[in-house]
């Protein structure tokens, strides 16, 4: 198989491929050395129950789980309001709701697991100059001309990859005009493992709980403010912090760098075509309100990787358009239900305008009213609900 992306998702296919004996290549365009260092990617990944599993079934949660901080309980609300939903583990079977790992010790682990298959090959940094696909493959010129075939190519080159349209599949793009602002704090109150996300009518704000009195914050923004906060020096940074969260966090120190990235909605409309399967956000990418894009990739490889694997074992071709569909058909629902939820509850906070206001704090106030109701969104999140792949359950492919 060839995958194109070694970004969180290309390297977890790589990997559930490469654990079941099958032949991988991977080409990514950054190195290494930059994809685990500090300074490339700030953010924290909230990790569901499932998606555990999956990691641990992998090899790699050994690595990750130690450093990673449980999640036991979530809070909705809307700023400025007493109006929340109280998502509490002891209200399911009493374990985390799910868990926050920072993602440059994600890649670690799984290029380090990578290291180990004989059968998976890295080339990084590496581009690709030409993709051409038959009936029969997909053949990947890389920059320096090598040459790489396989009757699969995943594309997982996330939501800004002009490879799906190259390859003629439809994708619906649009800019939020919101830009994400990620830090890590250091906080004076101990978060006690909550996770808060506080809406506010310019966007969303997220305090994901990190090892020790530390957050990690994700601070959706109407672009010209972002840009604003962005000039800020990191004393100032932190007022404006406190100012919409001091009540939770106490007074707080920025402890890294801030970094900033630019919201895009991407729809593909089909995942796939003759011998290319889209996976990950090269398929759809969606708000990261609700810290589930990475957990939605992961239940994609889950499905095709299981879907490849069977086919292998009988003696079938792994990348037919007849398999390619049953993972379409598979991975759609899921995928069109996390579009529409993420963007849905943007819309519907981020406006001034009266009756939404009243009929989103209704809704915050019926769904903690509702155990049967919090309980199935829990469920949900934590990626517990339809028809899961081996994977997903814990149970290795091969
Ligand atoms: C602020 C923020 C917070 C988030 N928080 C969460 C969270 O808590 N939980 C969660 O589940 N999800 C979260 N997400 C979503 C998550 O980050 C994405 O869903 C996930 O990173 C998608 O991974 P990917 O590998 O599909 O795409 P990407 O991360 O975009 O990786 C694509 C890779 O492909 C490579 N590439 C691109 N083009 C080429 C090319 N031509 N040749 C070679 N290589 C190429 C890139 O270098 C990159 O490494 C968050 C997103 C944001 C923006």
């Given at each position: 198989?060839?995958?194109?992306?070694?970004g969180?998702t290309?390297?977890?296919?790589?990997l559930?491929?490469?654990?079941?004996?099958v032949?991988?290549a991977?080409?990514?365009?950054?190195s290494?050395?930059?994809?685990v260092?500090?300074?490339?990617?700030g953010r924290?990944?909230?990790?569901?129950?499932?998606?555990?599993?999956?990691?641990?079934?992998?090899?790699?949660w050994?690595?990750?789980?130690?450093?990673?901080?449980?999640?036991?309980?979530?809070?909705?609300?809307?700023?400025?309001?007493?109006?929340r939903?109280?998502?509490?583990?002891?209200?399911?079977d009493?374990?985390?709701?799910g868990?926050?790992?920072?993602?440059?010790?994600?890649?670690?682990?799984?290029?380090?697991?990578?290291e180990?298959?004989?059968?998976?090959?890295l080339?990084?940094?590496?581009?690709?100059?030409?993709?051409?696909?038959?009936?029969?493959?997909?053949?990947?010129?890389?920059?320096?001309?090598r040459?790489?075939r396989?009757?699969?190519?995943?594309?997982?080159?996330?939501?800004?990859?002009p490879?799906?349209?190259?390859?003629?599949i439809?994708?619906?793009?649009?800019?939020?005009?919101?830009?994400?602002?990620?830090?890590?704090?250091?906080?004076?109150?101990?978060?006690?493992?909550?996770?808060?996300?506080?809406?506010?009518?310019?966007?969303?704000?997220?305090?994901?709980?990190?090892?020790?009195r530390?957050?990690?914050?994700?601070?959706?923004?109407?672009?010209?403010?972002?840009?604003?906060?962005?000039?800020?020096?990191?004393?100032?940074?932190?007022?404006e912090?406190?100012?919409?969260?001091?009540?939770?966090?106490?007074?707080?120190?920025l402890?890294?760098?801030?970094?900033?990235?630019?919201?895009?909605?991407?729809?593909?409309?089909r995942y796939?075509?003759?011998?290319?399967?889209?996976?990950?956000?090269?398929?759809?990418?969606?708000h990261?309100?609700?810290?589930q894009?990475?957990?939605l990739?992961?239940?994609d490889?889950?499905a095709?990787?299981?879907?490849?694997?069977?086919?292998?074992?009988?003696?079938l071709?792994?990348?037919?358009?007849?398999?390619?569909?049953a993972?379409?058909?598979?991975?759609?629902?899921?995928?069109?239900?996390?579009?529409?939820?993420?963007?849905?509850?943007?819309?519907?906070?981020?406006?001034d305008?009266?009756p939404l206001?009243?009929?989103?704090?209704?809704?915050?106030?019926?769904?903690?009213?509702?155990?049967?109701?919090?309980?199935?969104?829990?469920?949900?999140a934590?990626?517990l609900?339809?028809?899961?792949?081996?994977?997903?359950?814990?149970?290795?492919?091969?």
């Amino acid at each position: 198989m060839v995958v194109l992306g070694g970004g969180l998702t290309g390297l977890t296919a790589a990997l559930a491929l490469g654990r079941a004996g099958v032949e991988v290549a991977v080409v990514e365009r950054a190195s290494v050395a930059e994809l685990v260092s500090a300074p490339y990617d700030g953010r924290v990944m909230a990790i569901a129950r499932a998606s555990m599993r999956m990691l641990e079934a992998l090899g790699v949660w050994a690595s990750i789980g130690p450093e990673a901080q449980p999640i036991l309980r979530i809070r909705v609300e809307e700023g400025g309001v007493p109006v929340r939903v109280h998502y509490d583990g002891a209200e399911l079977d009493g374990g985390p709701l799910g868990w926050i790992a920072e993602t440059r010790c994600i890649r670690r682990a799984l290029f380090e697991a990578l290291e180990g298959l004989s059968g998976v090959r890295l080339f990084a940094p590496a581009g690709h100059r030409e993709v051409v696909v038959d009936s029969v493959a997909a053949t990947v010129r890389l920059d320096d001309g090598r040459l790489l075939r396989a009757p699969l190519l995943l594309v997982c080159e996330g939501r800004r990859s002009p490879l799906p349209r190259r390859l003629g599949i439809r994708c619906a793009t649009r800019s939020y005009g919101q830009i994400a602002l990620v830090a890590t704090l250091e906080q004076e109150r101990a978060h006690g493992g909550e996770a808060v996300e506080r809406f506010f009518p310019d966007g969303p704000f997220a305090v994901l709980p990190l090892p020790g009195r530390r957050s990690s914050i994700v601070w959706a923004i109407c672009e010209e403010r972002a840009r604003a906060l962005c000039g800020l020096d990191p004393a100032a940074f932190a007022l404006e912090v406190e100012e919409r969260f001091g009540d939770l966090l106490g007074r707080v120190r920025l402890a890294s760098p801030l970094w900033s990235y630019p919201l895009l909605l991407v729809v593909c409309e089909r995942y796939v075509r003759e011998r290319v399967a889209l996976v990950g956000d090269a398929a759809r990418g969606i708000h990261p309100l609700a810290g589930q894009g990475w957990n939605l990739a992961l239940r994609d490889v889950a499905a095709l990787a299981e879907l490849v694997v069977d086919r292998l074992r009988l003696g079938l071709d792994p990348g037919s358009l007849e398999m390619l569909r049953a993972y379409e058909a598979w991975r759609r629902f899921d995928g069109f239900t996390l579009v529409a939820v993420t963007d849905g509850l943007n819309r519907l906070f981020a406006n001034d305008h009266p009756p939404l206001f009243l009929l989103r704090n209704l809704g915050l106030w019926l769904v903690e009213r509702a155990p049967p109701l919090k309980r199935l969104f829990m469920r949900h999140a934590m990626g517990l609900l339809g028809e899961q792949p081996r994977l997903l359950l814990g149970q290795p492919l091969w």
